[in-house]
């Protein structure tokens, strides 16, 4: 009887068990779904245009009839479209979830303050003042004569009033010279235009020194010529009183159309020193971005350190693919997480240090098997990652040209009414609007397998579409976004109208490079690191071929076919 009673309670409680495990089970799963319909409800903010693209599914353990039930519901979406995807089946749950890598707040952030705003416009606004100042010069000399600013040219009264007119005449070479002057300022002018006047592409943290030089020595010129203008009139003055001969105006014309001689080889040697000087390929630059390990190299010419900098951050915006952090942290597999898989039990109650002993040298072999099959850990996981990606592509693909057939343009007004199947004329965005939900899951799982899916908005995708319709690009046309990286400024997060970087450097920035000079650029998380050297001198030596070496003979046996 004890033993029958002992069993009875035994099972008793084993069915208790078994029901609280499933109550619990059901209670667990219930919750789970719960909280899963509030996530995807707290996802339901106004009104999107992928709203009738997302699809919602919920199981239930709950039977009816014996059977299971689906409940489909299509949910809106946020923007963050593909940021967040929890998917419950059963009794797990795997959520799928974007880190924010941003890493906080860069010391280095842009200051775009007044003083940023003065360092930018400083320097072109001093040379534009000074350009224009060395311009109207030629001008001011030749017309303030004439309007009596200066009195060597207006003798006094013992001065007949025809010897006043000479003074201020001109005849048929000074209006020869007048028209030389006339000609060389305007083009003065259009080559000023053409070359300097634009603006500043980057803002250098030292002077640029040819260009400072051009200014200077424009600087000095125009003072120079105004010092002996000045000088001579008042000689003239001098002269004029005391009976002599004066400054008469065909001279002052001459000299005028000096200094524009002048201004024109200045501008001239500022072409030569700041934009033909460097296109001659002097040194490579070997470009290798942190932390991904993408590499270029570029040949350029005699620049100095921070204009180096510069061309490299132009080609590295428009040649470099986009850089995306979120492809650093692949899947690890479960055999690369740390922690041992060995557990240990002193059975035969054996001493504590032996164990002790006996179980760091289970670990170490286990570590260091471990650790000679990581690289092949990482073969796989690879391998496996690129067959994804390989199968996701595809799969889009076929979902856009397959979306891109029920799209046709119509060429007329009428073509639509004597259509077989009534249709009503859409504009691009309506027509992007119905056929993107026929690929819309397909590309949601290949920006989620590549990680793009922060840069890609559904309001984004939805333009781009509208736009390859309305200029009938093709299915291949409309994923070249999403199947081709580059280059940086494709990505809309980069398209900043300033970009700020850090220069490091040894040597002194407005130095010219030279061979063996590292520099490297930073921002944010990203660098690069930028190593110089020289082109090599290549010998070219001439080497004659004789022209009777050029025959030749067809040898042939029983093997051979012809």
């Given at each position: 009887?004890?033993?029958?009673?002992?069993?009875?309670?035994?099972?008793?409680?084993?069915?208790r068990s078994?029901?609280?495990?499933?109550?619990?089970?059901?209670?667990?799963?219930?919750?789970?779904?719960n909280?899963?319909?509030?996530?995807?409800?707290?996802?339901?903010?106004?009104?999107?245009?992928?709203?009738?693209?997302?699809?919602?599914v919920?199981?239930?353990?709950?039977?009816?009839d014996?059977?299971?039930?689906?409940?489909?519901?299509?949910?809106?979406?946020?923007?963050?479209?593909?940021?967040?995807?929890?998917?419950?089946?059963g009794?797990?749950?795997?959520?799928?979830?974007?880190?924010?890598?941003?890493?906080?707040?860069?010391?280095?952030?842009?200051?775009t303050?007044?003083?940023?705003?003065?360092?930018?416009?400083?320097?072109?606004?001093?040379?534009?003042?000074?350009?224009?100042?060395?311009f109207?010069?030629?001008?001011a000399?030749?017309?303030?004569?004439?309007?009596?600013f200066?009195?060597a040219?207006?003798?006094?009264?013992?001065?007949?009033?025809?010897?006043?007119?000479?003074?201020?005449?001109?005849?048929?070479?000074?209006?020869?010279?007048?028209?030389?002057?006339?000609f060389?300022?305007?083009?003065?002018a259009?080559?000023?235009?053409?070359?300097?006047?634009?603006?500043?592409?980057?803002t250098?943290?030292?002077?640029?020194?040819?260009?400072?030089?051009?200014?200077?020595?424009?600087?000095?010129?125009?003072?120079?010529?105004?010092?002996?203008?000045?000088?001579?009139?008042?000689?003239?003055?001098?002269?004029s009183?005391?009976?002599?001969?004066?400054?008469?105006?065909?001279?002052?014309?001459?000299?005028?159309?000096s200094?524009?001689?002048?201004?024109?080889?200045?501008?001239?040697?500022?072409?030569?020193?700041?934009?033909?000087?460097?296109?001659?390929?002097?040194y490579?630059?070997?470009?290798?971005?942190s932390?991904d390990?993408?590499?270029?190299?570029?040949?350029?010419g005699?620049?100095?350190?921070?204009?180096?900098?510069?061309?490299?951050?132009?080609?590295y915006?428009?040649?470099?693919?986009?850089?995306?952090?979120?492809?650093?942290?692949?899947?690890?597999?479960?055999?690369?997480?740390?922690?041992?898989?060995?557990?240990?039990?002193?059975?035969?109650?054996?001493n504590?240090?032996?164990?002790?002993?006996?179980?760091?040298?289970?670990?170490?072999?286990?570590?260091?098997?471990?650790?000679?099959?990581?690289?092949?850990?990482?073969?796989?996981?690879?391998?496996?990652?690129?067959?994804?990606?390989?199968?996701?592509?595809?799969?889009l693909?076929?979902?856009?040209?397959?979306a891109?057939?029920?799209?046709?343009?119509?060429?007329?007004?009428?073509?639509?009414?004597?259509?077989?199947?009534?249709?009503?004329?859409?504009?691009?965005?309506?027509?992007?609007?119905?056929?993107?939900?026929?690929?819309?899951?397909?590309?949601?799982?290949?920006?989620?397998?590549?990680?793009q899916?922060?840069?890609?908005?559904?309001?984004s995708?939805?333009?781009?579409?509208a736009?390859?319709?309305?200029?009938?690009?093709?299915?291949?046309?409309?994923?070249?976004?999403?199947?081709?990286?580059s280059?940086?400024?494709?990505?809309?997060?980069?398209?900043?109208?300033?970009?700020t970087?850090?220069?490091?450097?040894?040597?002194?920035?407005?130095?010219?490079?030279s061979?063996?000079?590292?520099?490297?650029?930073?921002?944010?998380?990203?660098?690069l690191?930028?190593?110089?050297?020289?082109?090599?001198?290549?010998n070219?030596?001439?080497e004659?071929?004789?022209?009777k070496?050029?025959?030749?003979?067809?040898?042939?046996?029983?093997?051979?076919?012809?």
């Amino acid at each position: 009887m004890e033993t029958e009673s002992v069993k009875s309670a035994l099972s008793e409680q084993s069915s208790r068990s078994r029901r609280s495990r499933s109550h619990t089970h059901r209670n667990n799963y219930r919750l789970h779904s719960n909280r899963s319909t509030r996530s995807t409800r707290s996802h339901r903010k106004g009104d999107d245009p992928m709203a009738p693209f997302q699809t919602s599914v919920t199981l239930s353990d709950e039977n009816r009839d014996g059977q299971e039930v689906i409940e489909v519901q299509i949910l809106p979406q946020d923007d963050n479209w593909g940021e967040n995807t929890t998917a419950v089946t059963g009794n797990t749950s795997e959520q799928s979830e974007v880190e924010d890598l941003g890493g906080g707040q860069w010391t280095g952030e842009p200051d775009t303050g007044l003083s940023f705003i003065c360092h930018r416009y400083l320097g072109s606004a001093l040379t534009t003042v000074l350009s224009v100042v060395a311009f109207l010069s030629p001008l001011a000399m030749v017309v303030l004569p004439k309007l009596g600013f200066f009195p060597a040219l207006n003798p006094g009264p013992t001065v007949g009033l025809q010897q006043r007119l000479l003074l201020l005449a001109c005849g048929a070479e000074c209006k020869g010279l007048l028209v030389s002057l006339a000609f060389k300022l305007v083009l003065l002018a259009a080559g000023a235009w053409a070359v300097f006047l634009r603006r500043p592409r980057a803002t250098m943290p030292r002077i640029f020194l040819f260009r400072a030089a051009v200014l200077v020595l424009v600087l000095v010129c125009t003072f120079a010529y105004w010092l002996f203008y000045v000088v001579q009139v008042t000689e003239g003055a001098v002269a004029s009183a005391t009976g002599e001969e004066a400054v008469d105006y065909k001279s002052l014309v001459a000299y005028s159309s000096s200094l524009t001689d002048t201004l024109l080889f200045i501008h001239y040697l500022a072409v030569v020193l700041i934009e033909i000087r460097h296109l001659q390929p002097v040194y490579y630059i070997k470009v290798v971005r942190s932390p991904d390990g993408e590499s270029r190299a570029y040949s350029v010419g005699q620049l100095s350190i921070q204009r180096a900098a510069v061309w490299v951050l132009e080609h590295y915006y428009t040649e470099f693919p986009i850089y995306n952090p979120y492809l650093e942290r692949l899947p690890v597999s479960k055999s690369r997480k740390g922690g041992s898989s060995f557990k240990f039990y002193d059975v035969d109650g054996m001493n504590t240090s032996s164990l002790q002993q006996s179980q760091s040298r289970a670990m170490l072999a286990a570590h260091a098997r471990r650790r000679d099959s990581s690289h092949n850990e990482r073969f796989y996981e690879e391998h496996d990652y690129e067959r994804r990606v390989k199968k996701r592509r595809a799969r889009l693909i076929t979902a856009a040209e397959e979306a891109f057939t029920h799209i046709k343009r119509l060429h007329n007004d009428q073509g639509w009414q004597n259509m077989q199947v009534p249709a009503i004329p859409m504009d691009p965005q309506e027509a992007a609007q119905a056929v993107f939900p026929s690929m819309a899951r397909a590309l949601q799982k290949y920006l989620r397998v590549t990680r793009q899916q922060p840069r890609h908005s559904v309001e984004s995708i939805l333009t781009h579409l509208a736009d390859c319709l309305s200029h009938d690009l093709t299915p291949r046309a409309f994923l070249e976004p999403f199947l081709v990286p580059s280059p940086v400024l494709q990505n809309e997060k980069e398209q900043k109208p300033v970009q700020t970087w850090a220069l490091i450097c040894e040597e002194l920035l407005s130095r010219p490079v030279s061979h063996g000079i590292t520099f490297q650029l930073r921002q944010n998380d990203v660098s690069l690191l930028c190593h110089v050297r020289a082109l090599p001198h290549f010998n070219v030596t001439e080497e004659v071929v004789d022209p009777k070496s050029n025959k030749f003979v067809l040898r042939l046996n029983s093997e051979t076919s012809v």
